[in-house]
Protein backbone atom coordinates (compact mmCIF):
# COMPACT_ATOMS: atom_id res chain seq x y z
CA UNK A 1 0.00 0.00 0.00
CA UNK A 2 1.12 3.81 -1.00
CA UNK A 3 1.98 5.37 2.04
CA UNK A 4 0.45 8.41 3.44
CA UNK A 5 3.87 10.51 2.80
CA UNK A 6 2.75 10.03 -1.08
CA UNK A 7 0.62 13.40 -1.07
CA UNK A 8 3.86 15.42 -0.52
CA UNK A 9 4.75 15.41 -3.75
CA UNK A 10 1.55 16.80 -4.58
CA UNK A 11 1.71 19.80 -2.66
CA UNK A 12 4.79 20.18 -3.29
CA UNK A 13 4.65 20.17 -7.12
CA UNK A 14 1.55 22.66 -6.83
CA UNK A 15 2.79 25.64 -5.45
CA UNK A 16 6.12 26.49 -2.47
CA UNK A 17 3.92 29.18 -1.25
CA UNK A 18 1.29 26.59 -0.27
CA UNK A 19 4.01 23.73 0.91
CA UNK A 20 5.76 26.20 2.83
CA UNK A 21 2.77 26.96 4.86
CA UNK A 22 1.73 23.54 4.99
CA UNK A 23 5.59 22.63 5.95
CA UNK A 24 5.61 25.29 8.58
CA UNK A 25 3.01 23.37 10.16
CA UNK A 26 4.30 19.90 10.37
CA UNK A 27 7.76 21.43 11.96
CA UNK A 28 5.81 22.83 14.71
CA UNK A 29 3.15 19.87 14.96
CA UNK A 30 7.32 17.57 15.02
CA UNK A 31 8.52 19.85 17.62
CA UNK A 32 4.89 19.30 19.41
CA UNK A 33 5.87 15.63 19.55
CA UNK A 34 9.95 15.70 21.01
CA UNK A 35 9.58 18.52 23.02
CA UNK A 36 8.56 17.58 26.95
CA UNK A 37 4.72 18.03 27.14
CA UNK A 38 4.28 21.59 29.03
CA UNK A 39 1.41 23.28 30.95
CA UNK A 40 1.58 25.41 32.97
CA UNK A 41 4.23 28.85 32.68
CA UNK A 42 4.55 28.37 28.78
CA UNK A 43 3.30 30.14 25.85
CA UNK A 44 1.70 27.58 23.69
CA UNK A 45 0.90 29.91 20.85
CA UNK A 46 4.66 29.09 19.28
CA UNK A 47 3.55 25.80 18.24
CA UNK A 48 0.12 26.48 17.24
CA UNK A 49 -0.03 24.66 13.99
CA UNK A 50 -4.00 23.98 12.89
CA UNK A 51 -6.85 25.99 14.25
CA UNK A 52 -10.45 24.40 12.97
CA UNK A 53 -13.24 26.61 13.01
CA UNK A 54 -17.09 25.20 12.97
CA UNK A 55 -18.67 27.59 11.93
CA UNK A 56 -22.43 26.13 11.78
CA UNK A 57 -24.21 23.68 13.71
CA UNK A 58 -26.37 23.55 10.39
CA UNK A 59 -26.81 21.01 7.93
CA UNK A 60 -28.96 19.98 4.51
CA UNK A 61 -27.76 16.86 4.73
CA UNK A 62 -28.46 13.84 7.59
CA UNK A 63 -25.76 11.59 6.79
CA UNK A 64 -26.50 8.26 8.77
CA UNK A 65 -23.33 7.80 10.39
CA UNK A 66 -22.82 11.79 11.23
CA UNK A 67 -21.83 12.20 15.15
CA UNK A 68 -23.76 15.60 14.72
CA UNK A 69 -26.71 14.93 12.51
CA UNK A 70 -26.75 11.32 11.92
CA UNK A 71 -28.99 8.53 13.61
CA UNK A 72 -27.35 9.68 17.15
CA UNK A 73 -26.20 12.86 16.40
CA UNK A 74 -26.13 15.43 18.96
CA UNK A 75 -27.59 17.78 17.13
CA UNK A 76 -30.97 16.49 16.89
CA UNK A 77 -31.30 17.31 20.45
CA UNK A 78 -30.93 20.80 20.16
CA UNK A 79 -33.22 23.83 20.09
CA UNK A 80 -31.63 24.85 16.41
CA UNK A 81 -33.15 28.31 16.30
CA UNK A 82 -31.36 29.16 19.98
CA UNK A 83 -28.24 27.36 18.83
CA UNK A 84 -28.38 29.91 15.43
CA UNK A 85 -28.63 32.81 17.58
CA UNK A 86 -25.43 31.98 19.00
CA UNK A 87 -23.47 31.90 15.68
CA UNK A 88 -19.85 34.43 15.51
CA UNK A 89 -19.87 36.55 13.70
CA UNK A 90 -17.60 37.54 10.68
CA UNK A 91 -16.12 40.91 12.44
CA UNK A 92 -15.34 38.47 15.52
CA UNK A 93 -13.63 35.99 13.33
CA UNK A 94 -11.54 38.90 11.61
CA UNK A 95 -10.39 40.06 14.74
CA UNK A 96 -9.78 35.79 15.90
CA UNK A 97 -7.51 35.59 12.55
CA UNK A 98 -5.41 39.01 13.11
CA UNK A 99 -4.59 37.21 16.61
CA UNK A 100 -3.48 34.09 15.02
CA UNK A 101 -2.03 34.88 11.86
CA UNK A 102 1.68 35.20 13.03
CA UNK A 103 1.54 32.02 13.79
CA UNK A 104 0.63 30.83 10.78
CA UNK A 105 -1.56 28.08 11.77
CA UNK A 106 -3.26 26.03 8.91
CA UNK A 107 -6.76 26.42 9.07
CA UNK A 108 -9.45 24.19 8.82
CA UNK A 109 -13.65 25.17 8.09
CA UNK A 110 -15.61 22.62 8.56
CA UNK A 111 -19.04 22.56 10.42
CA UNK A 112 -22.28 21.59 9.81
CA UNK A 113 -22.10 22.51 6.63
CA UNK A 114 -20.10 25.41 6.32
CA UNK A 115 -21.38 26.77 3.35
CA UNK A 116 -24.30 27.67 5.58
CA UNK A 117 -22.62 30.19 7.02
CA UNK A 118 -23.67 33.40 5.80
CA UNK A 119 -20.31 34.73 5.51
CA UNK A 120 -18.24 31.67 4.45
CA UNK A 121 -16.55 32.99 1.65
CA UNK A 122 -15.52 36.69 2.90
CA UNK A 123 -13.97 35.11 5.94
CA UNK A 124 -11.99 32.99 3.61
CA UNK A 125 -10.84 35.50 1.68
CA UNK A 126 -10.10 37.04 4.83
CA UNK A 127 -7.93 34.12 5.84
CA UNK A 128 -5.96 34.12 2.59
CA UNK A 129 -5.45 37.82 2.19
CA UNK A 130 -4.00 37.09 6.11
CA UNK A 131 -1.28 34.36 4.33
CA UNK A 132 -3.17 31.55 5.87
CA UNK A 133 -3.56 27.84 4.36
CA UNK A 134 -7.08 27.39 3.91
CA UNK A 135 -8.64 24.72 3.84
CA UNK A 136 -12.63 24.05 3.71
CA UNK A 137 -14.21 20.36 4.43
CA UNK A 138 -17.80 20.42 2.62
CA UNK A 139 -20.54 17.94 2.10
CA UNK A 140 -19.80 19.11 -1.66
CA UNK A 141 -23.52 20.24 -2.35
CA UNK A 142 -23.43 23.84 -2.81
CA UNK A 143 -19.53 23.81 -4.35
CA UNK A 144 -21.57 24.01 -8.32
CA UNK A 145 -23.00 27.07 -7.03
CA UNK A 146 -19.94 29.09 -5.79
CA UNK A 147 -17.34 27.63 -7.94
CA UNK A 148 -15.90 31.07 -9.41
CA UNK A 149 -15.29 32.82 -6.78
CA UNK A 150 -13.72 29.53 -4.77
CA UNK A 151 -10.97 29.58 -7.30
CA UNK A 152 -11.04 33.05 -7.85
CA UNK A 153 -10.23 33.45 -3.67
CA UNK A 154 -7.38 31.00 -4.20
CA UNK A 155 -8.90 28.54 -0.99
CA UNK A 156 -5.89 26.22 -0.45
CA UNK A 157 -7.74 22.93 -0.44
CA UNK A 158 -11.41 21.99 -0.22
CA UNK A 159 -11.92 18.54 1.21
CA UNK A 160 -15.53 16.76 -0.25
CA UNK A 161 -17.05 14.35 1.70
CA UNK A 162 -18.36 11.43 -1.28
CA UNK A 163 -18.57 8.17 0.51
CA UNK A 164 -19.86 5.52 -2.34
CA UNK A 165 -20.95 5.02 -5.79
CA UNK A 166 -24.38 7.04 -6.81
CA UNK A 167 -27.00 4.81 -5.05
CA UNK A 168 -24.91 3.74 -2.25
CA UNK A 169 -23.52 7.46 -1.01
CA UNK A 170 -27.25 8.58 -1.56
CA UNK A 171 -28.23 5.76 0.91
CA UNK A 172 -26.00 7.06 3.24
CA UNK A 173 -25.64 11.08 2.56
CA UNK A 174 -29.29 11.47 0.99
CA UNK A 175 -31.06 11.75 -2.72
CA UNK A 176 -29.15 13.27 -5.01
CA UNK A 177 -25.79 14.63 -3.03
CA UNK A 178 -23.85 12.22 -5.51
CA UNK A 179 -24.90 14.06 -8.60
CA UNK A 180 -24.62 17.38 -6.82
CA UNK A 181 -21.14 16.86 -5.31
CA UNK A 182 -20.01 15.64 -8.98
CA UNK A 183 -21.38 18.58 -10.99
CA UNK A 184 -19.69 21.22 -8.10
CA UNK A 185 -16.03 18.73 -9.10
CA UNK A 186 -16.57 19.40 -12.46
CA UNK A 187 -17.76 23.22 -11.95
CA UNK A 188 -14.39 24.01 -10.14
CA UNK A 189 -11.91 22.14 -12.21
CA UNK A 190 -13.85 24.46 -15.22
CA UNK A 191 -12.63 27.30 -13.22
CA UNK A 192 -9.59 26.53 -12.38
CA UNK A 193 -8.95 25.62 -16.11
CA UNK A 194 -10.54 29.02 -16.96
CA UNK A 195 -8.93 31.15 -14.43
CA UNK A 196 -5.42 29.05 -15.04
CA UNK A 197 -5.21 28.07 -11.05
CA UNK A 198 -4.04 25.48 -9.55
CA UNK A 199 -6.14 26.32 -6.00
CA UNK A 200 -8.13 24.81 -4.47
CA UNK A 201 -6.20 21.38 -4.34
CA UNK A 202 -9.69 19.00 -4.17
CA UNK A 203 -9.24 16.10 -1.96
CA UNK A 204 -12.20 13.63 -1.69
CA UNK A 205 -13.13 12.05 1.06
CA UNK A 206 -14.37 8.70 2.10
CA UNK A 207 -15.74 7.40 5.39
CA UNK A 208 -15.98 3.93 5.50
CA UNK A 209 -18.73 2.15 7.18
CA UNK A 210 -20.46 -1.22 7.00
CA UNK A 211 -22.60 0.34 4.44
CA UNK A 212 -20.15 1.43 1.66
CA UNK A 213 -16.76 -0.41 2.26
CA UNK A 214 -18.11 -2.89 -0.61
CA UNK A 215 -18.57 0.62 -2.89
CA UNK A 216 -15.00 1.88 -2.31
CA UNK A 217 -13.56 0.40 -5.65
CA UNK A 218 -16.82 1.75 -7.93
CA UNK A 219 -16.32 5.09 -6.30
CA UNK A 220 -12.41 5.31 -6.97
CA UNK A 221 -13.31 4.21 -10.58
CA UNK A 222 -16.13 6.53 -11.07
CA UNK A 223 -13.51 9.45 -9.51
CA UNK A 224 -12.22 9.00 -12.89
CA UNK A 225 -14.18 11.56 -14.69
CA UNK A 226 -14.50 14.27 -11.99
CA UNK A 227 -10.78 13.84 -11.31
CA UNK A 228 -10.04 15.08 -7.53
CA UNK A 229 -6.27 15.67 -6.63
CA UNK A 230 -6.36 13.28 -3.91
CA UNK A 231 -8.43 10.60 -2.13
CA UNK A 232 -8.81 9.85 1.72
CA UNK A 233 -9.92 7.45 3.26
CA UNK A 234 -10.99 7.73 6.83
CA UNK A 235 -11.52 4.72 8.31
CA UNK A 236 -14.11 6.39 10.53
CA UNK A 237 -14.76 7.24 14.12
CA UNK A 238 -16.64 4.35 16.17
CA UNK A 239 -17.71 4.18 19.68
CA UNK A 240 -19.29 1.57 22.24
CA UNK A 241 -21.72 1.75 25.09
CA UNK A 242 -18.15 0.38 27.23
CA UNK A 243 -16.23 2.91 26.15
CA UNK A 244 -18.95 5.73 26.26
CA UNK A 245 -19.49 5.05 30.13
CA UNK A 246 -15.77 4.91 30.78
CA UNK A 247 -15.08 8.28 29.15
CA UNK A 248 -18.28 9.88 31.17
CA UNK A 249 -16.91 8.42 34.38
CA UNK A 250 -13.61 9.60 33.72
CA UNK A 251 -14.48 13.29 32.46
CA UNK A 252 -17.11 13.62 35.45
CA UNK A 253 -13.94 12.53 38.00
CA UNK A 254 -11.66 14.64 36.04
CA UNK A 255 -13.39 17.83 35.28
CA UNK A 256 -16.73 17.60 36.99
CA UNK A 257 -18.50 17.86 33.39
CA UNK A 258 -20.82 15.70 31.71
CA UNK A 259 -20.50 14.37 27.88
CA UNK A 260 -22.74 14.03 24.99
CA UNK A 261 -20.60 14.48 21.86
CA UNK A 262 -18.86 10.85 22.26
CA UNK A 263 -22.52 9.30 22.05
CA UNK A 264 -23.15 10.58 18.49
CA UNK A 265 -20.71 7.71 17.03
CA UNK A 266 -21.78 5.05 18.95
CA UNK A 267 -23.58 4.14 15.78
CA UNK A 268 -22.48 -0.05 14.94
CA UNK A 269 -21.81 1.04 11.31
CA UNK A 270 -18.70 -0.61 12.25
CA UNK A 271 -20.17 -3.75 13.09
CA UNK A 272 -20.25 -6.66 10.35
CA UNK A 273 -17.13 -5.63 8.04
CA UNK A 274 -16.02 -8.89 6.31
CA UNK A 275 -12.35 -7.21 7.40
CA UNK A 276 -10.30 -9.47 5.33
CA UNK A 277 -12.48 -8.19 2.29
CA UNK A 278 -12.19 -4.58 2.85
CA UNK A 279 -8.35 -5.21 3.08
CA UNK A 280 -8.80 -6.69 -0.54
CA UNK A 281 -10.62 -3.75 -2.08
CA UNK A 282 -8.47 -1.59 -0.37
CA UNK A 283 -5.33 -3.14 -1.49
CA UNK A 284 -6.78 -2.90 -4.88
CA UNK A 285 -7.28 0.23 -5.01
CA UNK A 286 -3.89 1.51 -3.88
CA UNK A 287 -2.08 -0.72 -6.71
CA UNK A 288 -4.24 0.80 -9.19
CA UNK A 289 -3.32 4.21 -11.02
CA UNK A 290 -5.98 6.39 -10.61
CA UNK A 291 -3.94 9.66 -11.40
CA UNK A 292 -4.26 10.94 -7.64
CA UNK A 293 -2.83 9.86 -4.53
CA UNK A 294 -4.75 7.45 -2.43
CA UNK A 295 -4.36 7.63 1.66
CA UNK A 296 -6.17 5.83 4.21
CA UNK A 297 -6.48 8.09 7.64
CA UNK A 298 -5.28 6.13 9.88
CA UNK A 299 -2.46 4.32 7.99
CA UNK A 300 -3.02 0.56 9.20
CA UNK A 301 -0.87 -2.71 9.38
CA UNK A 302 -3.44 -4.89 7.11
CA UNK A 303 -3.87 -7.27 9.73
CA UNK A 304 -5.21 -5.03 12.45
CA UNK A 305 -8.35 -3.59 10.10
CA UNK A 306 -10.36 -6.81 12.48
CA UNK A 307 -9.09 -4.97 16.10
CA UNK A 308 -10.34 -1.38 14.32
CA UNK A 309 -13.63 -2.17 13.45
CA UNK A 310 -14.43 -5.10 16.08
CA UNK A 311 -12.21 -4.22 19.10
CA UNK A 312 -12.97 -0.37 19.93
CA UNK A 313 -11.10 -0.63 22.99
CA UNK A 314 -7.90 -1.14 22.25
CA UNK A 315 -5.87 1.39 20.97
CA UNK A 316 -4.55 1.50 17.46
CA UNK A 317 -2.77 5.12 18.42
CA UNK A 318 -1.77 7.09 21.80
CA UNK A 319 -0.21 10.20 22.71
CA UNK A 320 -2.76 12.53 21.71
CA UNK A 321 -0.75 15.76 20.85
CA UNK A 322 -3.68 17.53 19.67
CA UNK A 323 -3.57 19.95 23.12
CA UNK A 324 0.21 21.44 22.21
CA UNK A 325 -0.51 22.57 18.94
CA UNK A 326 -4.25 22.88 18.05
CA UNK A 327 -7.72 23.71 18.61
CA UNK A 328 -11.37 23.94 17.96
CA UNK A 329 -13.57 26.99 17.93
CA UNK A 330 -17.31 26.25 17.81
CA UNK A 331 -20.33 28.02 16.30
CA UNK A 332 -20.76 29.43 19.51
CA UNK A 333 -17.35 30.70 20.04
CA UNK A 334 -16.64 27.93 22.50
CA UNK A 335 -12.91 26.56 22.31
CA UNK A 336 -12.19 23.05 22.60
CA UNK A 337 -9.44 20.69 21.97
CA UNK A 338 -11.32 18.04 20.75
CA UNK A 339 -13.18 18.94 17.69
CA UNK A 340 -15.94 15.75 17.62
CA UNK A 341 -16.14 15.61 21.05
CA UNK A 342 -16.28 19.40 22.56
CA UNK A 343 -17.44 18.43 25.78
CA UNK A 344 -14.57 20.15 27.59
CA UNK A 345 -14.59 24.18 27.10
CA UNK A 346 -11.47 25.76 27.29
CA UNK A 347 -12.65 29.26 26.76
CA UNK A 348 -15.26 31.36 24.60
CA UNK A 349 -13.94 33.83 21.86
CA UNK A 350 -16.57 36.20 22.62
CA UNK A 351 -15.30 36.88 26.06
CA UNK A 352 -11.96 36.28 25.92
CA UNK A 353 -8.74 36.48 23.60
CA UNK A 354 -7.44 33.50 22.04
CA UNK A 355 -4.92 33.47 23.60
CA UNK A 356 -5.93 33.88 27.02
CA UNK A 357 -7.79 30.70 26.27
CA UNK A 358 -5.14 28.81 24.84
CA UNK A 359 -2.60 29.41 27.49
CA UNK A 360 -5.10 29.74 30.33
CA UNK A 361 -6.15 27.27 33.33
CA UNK A 362 -8.70 25.31 31.59
CA UNK A 363 -6.72 24.34 28.65
CA UNK A 364 -3.54 24.08 31.06
CA UNK A 365 -5.60 21.29 33.35
CA UNK A 366 -6.54 19.66 30.02
CA UNK A 367 -2.88 18.85 29.32
CA UNK A 368 -1.66 18.26 32.94
CA UNK A 369 -4.96 15.46 32.49
CA UNK A 370 -4.23 14.09 29.40
CA UNK A 371 -1.03 13.93 29.71
CA UNK A 372 -1.11 11.78 32.96
CA UNK A 373 -3.61 9.09 31.28
CA UNK A 374 -2.42 5.78 30.27
CA UNK A 375 -1.08 6.25 26.99
CA UNK A 376 -1.53 9.80 26.59
CA UNK A 377 -5.43 9.78 26.01
CA UNK A 378 -8.66 9.56 27.30
CA UNK A 379 -10.80 6.60 27.64
CA UNK A 380 -13.31 7.44 24.40
CA UNK A 381 -9.96 8.42 22.36
CA UNK A 382 -9.51 5.41 20.53
CA UNK A 383 -11.05 5.87 17.54
CA UNK A 384 -11.27 9.79 17.40
CA UNK A 385 -9.96 11.22 13.77
CA UNK A 386 -7.28 13.67 15.20
CA UNK A 387 -5.85 10.86 17.50
CA UNK A 388 -5.76 8.49 14.15
CA UNK A 389 -4.06 11.96 12.41
CA UNK A 390 -1.84 13.11 15.12
CA UNK A 391 -1.14 10.18 17.65
CA UNK A 392 1.43 8.34 17.75
CA UNK A 393 1.26 4.50 15.80
CA UNK A 394 1.23 2.02 18.62
CA UNK A 395 4.04 -0.33 17.24
CA UNK A 396 2.33 -3.38 15.24
CA UNK A 397 -0.78 -1.14 13.95
C1 LIG B 1 -19.09 16.40 10.24
S1 LIG B 1 -18.61 16.69 8.59
C2 LIG B 1 -18.73 18.45 8.45
C3 LIG B 1 -18.39 18.99 7.09
C4 LIG B 1 -19.40 18.70 5.98
N1 LIG B 1 -20.73 18.81 6.39
C5 LIG B 1 -19.12 17.36 5.35
O1 LIG B 1 -19.95 16.46 5.42
O2 LIG B 1 -18.04 17.23 4.78
C6 LIG B 1 -16.85 16.46 8.63
C7 LIG B 1 -16.38 15.12 8.12
O3 LIG B 1 -16.72 14.10 9.06
C8 LIG B 1 -17.07 12.96 8.33
N2 LIG B 1 -17.82 12.04 9.19
C9 LIG B 1 -19.13 11.96 9.40
N3 LIG B 1 -19.41 10.94 10.24
C10 LIG B 1 -18.24 10.36 10.56
C11 LIG B 1 -17.85 9.25 11.35
N4 LIG B 1 -18.72 8.53 12.05
N5 LIG B 1 -16.55 8.95 11.41
C12 LIG B 1 -15.63 9.70 10.75
N6 LIG B 1 -15.93 10.74 9.99
C13 LIG B 1 -17.21 11.07 9.89
C14 LIG B 1 -17.85 13.54 7.17
O4 LIG B 1 -18.06 12.60 6.13
C15 LIG B 1 -16.97 14.68 6.78
O5 LIG B 1 -15.94 14.26 5.91
S1 LIG C 1 -23.10 16.70 5.54
FE1 LIG C 1 -21.50 16.64 7.11
S2 LIG C 1 -22.38 17.63 8.95
FE2 LIG C 1 -24.05 17.20 7.50
S3 LIG C 1 -24.88 15.27 8.21
FE3 LIG C 1 -23.38 14.82 6.61
S4 LIG C 1 -21.42 14.49 7.67
FE4 LIG C 1 -22.84 15.48 9.11
Not at 232 to 254: H, P, S
Not at 351 to 378: P, V, W
Request: aromatic share 12%.
Amino acid sequence: MKQNISVVPLLFSRDWGLSAKMLWAFIKMGKTRITPKRDYHYNHMKNLCLVYFKLTPLCNLRCIMCGQWGDKGKMKNLSLSEEVKKIVPLDRYKEIIDEIAPRRPVTYLWGGEPFLYPDLLPLAKYMVDKGLYVSVNTNGTYLEKYAEQIVRDKWSTVFVSLDAFRETNDAIRGAGSYDRVIAGFKAINREKEKQKSPYPVMSMVTVVTNRNYRDLANLTEASREFKPDLHIFNLGTYTNDTIVAAQRTFMKEKFGIDIECLEGYNTDYNTGIDVHKLHEILKDIHQKNYGHPIITVPALNPEKTETYYSRLETPVRSHCIVPWCQTNIDYNGDVHFCADYPDFILGNIKEQSFREIYNGDRANLFRKTINACEGGMFPGCRRCYQNMLFGRKIRGY
